[in-house]
């Protein structure tokens, strides 16, 4: 066997790759409905501007207090605004790249469609998180 290869003679990365992108699509409707709260949302973002702020300082020290400060904030939300534990404890790596896909689709002003697209609906009201200050940016309704 070649290095860097699998028995099949398929890159590892490339499998890897593959498999990670098949779980996480998989595990993606679950993460989805556990973030239908938008107080909740907002918490995220807050954590996920933590985490951005910490990366841009290129300090690490300043990384891992954002990083820290990140997860705070998505717990907070779990566990004030919804009363249970985060989906983080139990698949920590599909659920952080989940929660940068539902970063990326609020900043897009996607989220409600990915929603609906499974099913689901978003719940409460919030005047704050990257759904709405985007909307406001762009002088959509939130």
């Known amino acids: 066997m070649r ?15 593959r498999t990670l992108k098949r779980r996480l699509d998989a595990y993606w409707p679950s993460y ?44 907070a939300g779990h566990y004030l605004i919804e009363g249970r534990k985060p989906a983080t404890l139990e698949h920590p790596v599909l659920a952080g790249l989940s929660n940068w896909r539902m ?11 990915e929603l609906a697209k499974y099913g689901l609906g978003s719940e409460g009201e919030v005047g704050w998180g990257v759904e709405v200050w985007r909307a406001r940016l762009l002088g959509e309704r939130a």
């Not at 290095?3 to 790759?17: M, N, Q, S």
């Not at 970063?103 to 469609?113: I, K, N, P, R, V």
């Open 103 to 113: 970063f990326a689709h609020g900043l897009q002003g996607t989220l409600e469609a």
């Open 32 to 75: 989805l409905a556990h973030h239908l709260d938008r107080k909740n949302r907002a918490y995220h973002d807050a954590g996920d501007l933590c985490v951005i702020a910490g990366v841009l300082t290129l300090r690490p020290g300043f990384v891992v207090l954002g990083v820290v400060a990140g997860y705070g904030w998505a717990f």
């Open 3 to 17: 290095r860097g290869k699998g028995r099949d003679g398929a890159p590892r990365l490339g499998r890897v790759l």
